[in-house]
Antibody, heavy 122, light 110 residues
């Protein structure tokens, strides 16, 4: 059974870069059977998709983040990572990593990490 | 504001049937599948319904999904105390070229 675990700083200063890593166990990212994704949920709001990545390194991003976001994959470590630049208080949220079943038009998140809270504050 | 619209709360007594609505548009629900996720307190979100009305293995048949036009709904029959959770609808959005979510509905068992 696949398990995903987010890790990274819980506090980031405004204008700096938010960096998180998702460690996957129980499923090799390089199998190519799934995509992998980051999602966030700000306090009192619904989840918001940030982007997908495939084991090849190809990524798709939510246009709302496109100029600030980068998702990368480390196949030997079975991890994928999120970098979000120039953060503001609006980026304070709980961040989730998830495995994605993607066979368009059938696309859904079938396993999620527990989530990690990131606060942006000086 | 979330792209998909859900009521913020719903409630019922044990054994009752509760229905949660999810409203979208032609670029998402109207032309794509609907998914439902359940988030129990302190746990990771869990896929509850996929492809409008399909339950993954292990999800009780008390949970059912439906879709009509640009709206969808999740029904919980035989409500139990362990069903207290936040429920989110989701769909692919053709304008975004990505998935969109509802704001979530908190279900309370009275």
């Amino acid at each position: 059974q696949v398990q995903l675990q987010e890790s990274g700083p819980g506090l980031v200063k405004p204008s700096q870069t938010l960096s998180l890593t998702c460690t996957v166990s129980g499923d090799p990212i390089s199998s190519g059977d799934y995509y992998w994704s980051w999602i966030r949920q700000s306090p009192g709001k619904g989840p918001e998709w940030i982007g997908f990545i495939y084991y090849t390194g190809g990524a798709d991003y939510n246009p709302s983040f496109k100029s600030r976001v980068s998702i990368s994959v480390d196949r030997p470590k079975n991890q994928f990572s999120l970098k979000l630049n120039s953060v503001t208080s609006a980026d304070t949220a709980e961040y989730f990593c998830a495995r994605v079943y993607r066979d368009y038009p059938d696309v859904y998140f079938d396993s999620w990490g527990q989530g990690t809270l990131v606060s942006v504050s000086s | 504001q979330s792209v998909l619209t859900q009521p913020p709360s719903a409630s019922g007594t044990p054994g009752q049937r509760v229905t949660i609505s999810c409203s979208g548009s032609t670029s998402n629900i109207g032309s794509n599948f609907v998914y439902w996720y359940q988030r129990l307190p302190g746990t990771a979100p869990k896929l509850l319904i996929h492809k409008n009305n399909q339950r993954p293995s292990g999800v009780p048949d008390r949970f059912s999904g439906s879709k009509s036009g640009t709206s969808a709904s999740l029904a919980i029959s035989g409500l139990r105390s362990e069903d207290e959770a936040d429920f989110y609808c989701a769909s692919w959005d053709d304008s975004l070229s990505g998935p969109v979510f509802g704001g979530g509905t908190k279900v309370t068992v009275l």
